[in-house]
C-alpha cells in the first residue's frame, strides 16, 4: 500500500536518477489469502520435504441444535473418565499415604481430637463409599450437562444461536 518513491539503479551516465513511484499494490480478498505457516517457510530436504501449501478461507457457522442424546453419552464417558482418573488418584495417595506412615498418625489424631477409645480406617469401606459418591456424581453432572443443552436448544429457538467462525483449510496446487 506503500507510494513511496524508490530510485532505479544508478548507471554510469545518469549517478542520480529520478525516483519512480510504485503502483499500490491491492489487497487480497478473504478469498484470495493464501496463509503460509512458519513450519511451512523452511527449505525442504531429503528428511523433511516441504509441507503442502494451504488456502485459508474463513467460514461463518451458525450452531443451531445441540442434539441431546449425543450431548448425554459425550457427558457419561466426560464424567465416567473424571471419575476413573479422581480414583486412581485417591488410590495412589491412599498407598503412598499408607507407605509413609500418616494413616496411623491421622488415625491416632481423630482419636484424640473427639475423645474416642479407637478409631481405625476401613480402606475396602472408604474405597466403596468414594465410588458410590463419584457414580452419584457423574449422575449428577451427566443430569446438570443434558439439562444445560436442551435449555440452549429451547434459547437458540427464539436468538438464532451461536455464530462461529471457522478457518477452511484447503491445499494450493504446486507450480513446478
Not at 488418584?89 to 494413616?103: D, N, P
Not at 472408604?126 to 451427566?142: K, N, P, W
Request: include cysteine; glycine fraction near 6%.
Amino acid at each position: 500500500m506503500s507510494t513511496r518513491p524508490v530510485a532505479p539503479p544508478a548507471t554510469p551516465d545518469n549517478p542520480r536518477p529520478e525516483p519512480q513511484t510504485r503502483p499500490p499494490v491491492k489487497p487480497n480478498t478473504p478469498r484470495q489469502r493464501r496463509v503460509v505457516y512458519d513450519d511451512q517457510a523452511r527449505r525442504p530436504s531429503r528428511r523433511n520435504p516441504a509441507p503442502p501449501l494451504v488456502e485459508v478461507r474463513r467460514a461463518r457457522r451458525v450452531l443451531r441444535r445441540i442434539d441431546s442424546w449425543s450431548l448425554f453419552r459425550f457427558a457419561v464417558v466426560l464424567y465416567g473418565c473424571a471419575l476413573i482418573v479422581f480414583m486412581a488418584a485417591a488410590v495412589g495417595l491412599w498407598i503412598v499415604a499408607s507407605a509413609a506412615g500418616a494413616i496411623p498418625s491421622i488415625e491416632n489424631f481423630i482419636t484424640q481430637l473427639f475423645a474416642l477409645k479407637s478409631f481405625h480406617f476401613k480402606p475396602a469401606q472408604l474405597f466403596l463409599g468414594t465410588l458410590g459418591i463419584g457414580i452419584v456424581g457423574v449422575f449428577v453432572a451427566t443430569l446438570f450437562t443434558v439439562i444445560t443443552g436442551v435449555l440452549y436448544n429451547l434459547i437458540s429457538d427464539v436468538v438464532g444461536g451461536i455464530e462461529i467462525t471457522v478457518l477452511e483449510e484447503e491445499p494450493l496446487n504446486r507450480v513446478s
